[in-house]
């Protein structure tokens, strides 16, 4: 019954099955990437029957989603690019989050209800969780720099020095030594208070 939740078919991701049948096909809600909510027959999914809400056909009329002219905004792309890493297995990305079970929370499978909590996105930020083993939610995202979401990645190595914890790219600047020098003194096994004080 659940076997199509989160598979993509076109524009439309489809979250749960209703209760509803159509000669005697499942209706399953689904959502699609302009931010509205539909209903769609299983068969028609399965068959690439029908691939969106509805805009594809209609083209984009104006005041037909409120939502319209915020379509090609950072926000929206943002928003977009949340939910296709974390529920499209073809995503380049789905590995790093999909696959290792990182949610987007059932509020924000809309546009408007996103948009509600997190606002515009400032210029030069991205969409960033505070927690990267939870998923997205409101009180676990922020808008922030490209800086402080490379310092947050999983694959960083965080380096202890006199009860500090940081990554090597936070050290570099903390301790005004060239970057680069700083990885090939460490990739060449210095210990870190060679490294760090030569």
Not at 152 to 179: A, D, V
Request: with cysteine; aromatic share 10%; glycine share 8%.
């Amino acid at each position: 019954m659940n076997g199509l939740t989160n598979q993509r078919f076109g524009k439309l991701v489809a979250i749960k099955p209703t209760k509803e049948r159509r000669d005697a096909y499942v209706i399953w809600e689904c959502q699609c990437d302009c931010g509205n909510i539909t209903k769609v027959r299983s068969n028609d999914l399965k068959r690439g029957r029908t691939k969106s809400c509805g805009c594809l056909q209609k083209g984009p009329v104006p005041g037909q989603h409120k939502n319209y002219n915020k379509l090609r905004t950072p926000t929206y792309q943002s928003w977009a690019d949340m939910k296709k890493r974390c529920s499209n297995p073809n995503s380049i990305n789905f590995k790093n989050y999909g696959d290792r079970d990182i949610k987007v929370c059932k509020r924000w499978l809309t546009f408007e209800s996103f948009y509600r909590d997190m606002g515009e996105c400032p210029k030069g930020l991205t969409l960033g969780r505070m927690n990267n083993s939870l998923g997205y939610f409101p009180d676990n995202c922020e808008w922030q720099t490209h800086k402080k979401q490379n310092n947050n990645k999983r694959n960083n190595r965080i380096i202890e020095y006199r009860g500090k914890k940081l990554t090597m790219e936070q050290w570099s600047r903390e301790l005004n030594i060239n970057y680069g020098k700083l990885r090939e003194r460490l990739c060449n096994h210095w210990s870190i208070e060679r490294a760090f004080n030569n």
